[in-house]
């Protein structure tokens, strides 16, 4: 079972609040490190102004801000929103007021991306204003999926919804109250927008490691421990517990440090003078793992990993790992073990865009086909969409990982840097 943590790191001098997510191993899976006093753009929901239309990149360049500019493909002009319209005649023309979401972080030289399909994300469901398809997590069975969708057929409706894995043992009735509540916030929100200026901030996502955690599948999850208290009560009013149970009855009050919330995750306020939170997960030190060039695998083989401005090149080597007999079947379990690892780190490092992978040749097509389903599987668990394209006829694995935020690399730099301390 799996871990969250959120605890405070000084990286290069810096303090970040680091929310992570380790398996049974102590592994670090994920991590979102949040500069002090920094907020991310993501998922707020803004009145954007059209700067101008750009044609020939069917796209254009909207403000949420008098001095931010974001990219605006005319593909993501779904069911808009206006709030000042200036040509019946045009999609789009500039001086269009609309609402936009931030669906995409600056990344490197490019600047955010917004959509107008605005999504109100819950623990069940999305509202979602692009369609008004009715989608199920393709991870659910197919029996929930059905049920779920002849549930929301039942109704017709203004907007699309999505319903998420963890509904996977949420009753009809904890789905459609969600429901209700996101519609009701969708509804505030469009209709006070007539009435608000350009630039207004509708809606503010919560802070990282409070989407984060409304985004894990919580059959994986078994316990939540922060350091700080204010972010420890913070995560138990998100989960539904009352203020009062945080402390103990009697003459003298005593503040609770764990909880086990519905849903049976529980919830633990470190507080143990002996041993940081930071230490006893080995925060820097895999932090100082996730950004370093070369992987080490138990097998003595290593990765190298490499991020470029056009892709990550990601080299198997064997290293360390010799095997005189039986090459072919030591080289396929190498790769196996690879792809395994290689899988933790697209998602641990957050790397997006073009992965090209060079594993060792293997001699046979069902040797490769074997480690394509392998790594195929692999990918399956990471939430940010990945796909396995094919193997090219060099036999380099092209995989294609959704660009969403800044990798981690960027946020807290390079190992040439300075090691992090």
């Not at 990149?57 to 200036?86: D, G, H, M, S, W």
């Not at 005649?89 to 399909?117: F, H, I, M, S, Y």
């Amino acid at each position: 079972m799996n871990r969250y943590i959120v605890t405070k790191e000084f990286i290069r001098g810096q303090e970040y609040l680091i929310s992570a997510l380790y398996n049974e191993k102590k592994q670090m899976l994920e991590v979102t490190p949040v500069p002090g006093g920094e907020s991310s753009l993501l998922g707020n929901i803004y009145i954007g102004k059209v700067e101008n239309v750009v044609t020939n990149l069917n796209a254009a360049f909207v403000k949420i801000t008098p001095e931010q500019r974001c990219y605006l493909p005319l593909t993501e002009l779904k069911n808009p929103v206006f709030t000042k319209k200036l040509s019946e005649k045009k999609a789009l023309v500039q001086g269009d007021e609309l609402l936009v979401q931030v669906e995409r972080e600056a990344l490197k030289t490019k600047e955010p991306a917004v959509t107008t399909n605005l999504n109100f994300s819950g623990k069940y469901v999305v509202l979602t204003t692009g369609n008004k398809r009715i989608g199920v997590s393709s991870k659910l069975p197919k029996n929930t999926r059905e049920r779920f969708k002849e549930l929301l057929s039942a109704e017709d409706r203004d907007y699309g919804i999505i319903v998420r894995t963890n509904a996977a043992n949420a009753s009809d009735e904890e789905v459609l109250k969600e429901l209700d509540e996101l519609e009701a916030r969708y509804k505030s929100l469009t209709e006070s927008a007539q009435f608000k200026t350009c630039y207004s901030l509708l809606y503010q996502e919560p802070p990282e490691y409070l989407k984060h955690i409304k985004d894990l599948r919580e059959e994986e999850l078994e316990e939540i421990v922060t350091d700080d208290r204010a972010i420890f009560e913070e995560i138990c009013a998100a989960y539904g517990v009352d203020r009062e149970e945080l402390t103990t009855k009697g003459s003298v009050p005593v503040l609770v440090k764990e909880i086990t919330a519905g849903t049976g995750v529980v919830l633990r306020y470190h507080d143990d003078p002996g041993i940081t939170l930071s230490a006893l997960y080995s925060v820097g030190a895999q932090l100082s793992g996730a950004i370093s060039e070369r992987v080490w695998l138990k097998s003595g083989a290593y990765l190298i990993i490499q991020p470029t401005e056009a892709m990550t090149v990601i080299d198997v080597n064997t290293g360390k790992n010799v095997a005189k007999k039986e090459v072919s079947e030591n080289f396929l379990r190498v790769n196996k073990e690879a792809a395994a690892e290689i899988a933790r780190q697209l998602r641990l490092r957050n790397l997006s865009g073009i992965i090209v992978v060079d594993f060792m040749n293997l001699k046979s097509k069902e040797a490769n086909a074997e480690l394509l389903s392998y790594f195929r599987a692999a990918l399956r668990n990471d939430p940010v969409p990945t796909q396995l394209v094919d193997m090219t006829k060099l036999g380099l694995v092209e995989v294609t990982r959704k660009k969403v935020r800044k990798s981690l690399r960027e946020v807290i730099g390079s190992s040439n840097q300075h090691p992090i301390a």
